[in-house]
């Protein structure tokens, strides 16, 4: 849920940042097709999230499939900054992207099929755009973005097992207290019927004329347990 403003708000800091340096026509169709594929992956996570059935393929595959798109935009992104560019503007549009794989990777860590959707058209589309420049310093860029992609992928994996592990404990703590508090249900309601029987038993040894109830040192055995009707 958190990818919806983080890719406005991060397209929106791009597009201001080479506005005047980049192609407006450009730059505002890939900030359109962000904000588009954003707002589709949110609606059908929320659709998923809103059912009580697991989500059908269909449901996953779009939702991958627009991941990856996603993140052949962003992939895309640093095409639009002209190699004439001020390296203010160079190097803030490549932080931005670096910002965004590395904070997409860590909110989907959970779903490690959607780290990989859309870390790997991200990185494959900014290796092509180096490579494609040639020279020394595209293929170095290139290789960069091989390392970063392990590097980000187990940093993800160690965050979602982490998550993982938090949830489970989550789970099993509500479940233990589920426990208690029905177990504290029930002896409240033994003492109860307890209480009333001693009650019975004091008004019936006053009917009778004794000093003290009859029951009054008795063992009473039961074969049941509450809420189960007793057999006495």
Known sequence: ??????????????????????????????????????????????????????????????YLGLTGLLGACWGASMMLVPQGAPLIVSQMAGILVAGMTAGAALSAAAYPRGVNAFLLPTLIVLGATYVSQGGVRGFTLAGFFVIYYFFISRLANQFGNAVSEALSTTHALKAARTRVESQARALKELARRHELAARKAEDMAEALGLDAPLTRGSVVASDAFFPFADGL
Do not use: E
């Open 1 to 62: 849920m958190v990818a919806v403003p983080m890719n406005l708000m991060t397209g929106g800091m791009f597009f201001a940042f080479t506005f005047g340096v980049s192609n407006l026509l450009y730059t505002s169709v890939w900030y359109a097709l962000v904000i588009a594929l954003a707002v589709s992956r949110f609606f059908i996570a929320r659709s998923v999230l809103a059912s009580k059935n697991r989500p059908s393929k269909t449901a996953r595959y779009v």
